[in-house]
């Protein structure tokens, strides 16, 4: 299967501590972007690259967030020092084009996050 | 700014029609239509880019009135395998973010 793939699935830790997510987009897609979704709501916007540019980041994006896309392939976001309102799902998309047909999202299945 | 969607939510029986709307006070580029099932990852539709088009996909349609920064999703003869939540994505033409902003999504149940 060449869809978006998301690792871990679930992780679940303790308030303070460090996780890190591991995305890898669809190959030829040079558009990678991270999405943060809660229960009821829609897909919220974090970051994205363009191949291993970091090209926006939102103002949600506390300092404690940080994402790379070493070589343009496979993304991470990591998030340190975790609080209980990190928990949500974490959305991993990727497109191959912008702004025109062809710049669908085709995302991952995500990867749960809970702090306790 | 996050686009808004109506209704929040709509029970059907299988074979209605359904209609689901989403507005932006910003000029918009593009409205990209997603389906989401429960624990599932969001699935693209469609995407119309401002000039006004239709599209189609199968059973379902949309419209995009640049003027009036609205679009409009139409589901007809709807099938059980409709059911989900549905967000609208929007790019606005002044640029900004280069992420899409999601709607909170608009729930919709089929019943047989």
């Given amino acids: ?116 | 700014q996050q686009p808004v969607q109506s209704p929040q939510a709509v029970i059907l029986r299988e074979g209605e029609d359904a209609v689901i709307n989403c507005s932006s006070s910003k000029a918009l580029y593009s409205v990209h239509w997603y389906r989401q099932k429960h624990g599932e990852a969001p699935v693209f539709l469609m995407i119309l880019l401002k000039g006004g088009e239709q599209k189609g996909h199968e059973k379902i349609s949309a419209s995009f009135n640049e003027k009036k920064q609205q679009s409009s999703l139409y589901l007809t003869a709807s099938q059980l395998s409709y059911s989900g939540t549905y967000f609208c994505g929007t790019e606005w033409t002044g640029g900004g973010a280069d992420g899409l902003t999601f709607g909170k999504g608009t729930h919709l149940i089929i019943q047989p």
Wanted: proline share 3%; net charge neutral.
């Fill in chain 1, 1 to 116: 299967d060449t869809g978006v793939s998301q690792d871990p699935r679930h992780k679940i830790t303790k308030r303070g501590q460090n996780v890190t997510f591991r995305c890898d987009p669809i190959s030829e897609h040079n558009r990678l972007y991270w999405y943060r979704q809660t229960l009821g709501q829609g897909p919220e916007f974090l970051t994205y690259f363009q191949n291993e540019a970091q090209l926006e980041k939102s103002r949600l994006l506390s300092d404690r967030f940080s994402a790379e896309r070493p070589k343009g392939s496979f993304s991470t976001l990591e998030i340190q020092r975790t609080e209980q309102g990190d928990s949500a799902m974490y959305l991993c998309a990727s497109s191959l084009e912008y702004r025109t047909v062809g710049g669908e999202l085709f995302f991952g299945e995500g990867s749960r996050l809970t702090v306790l």
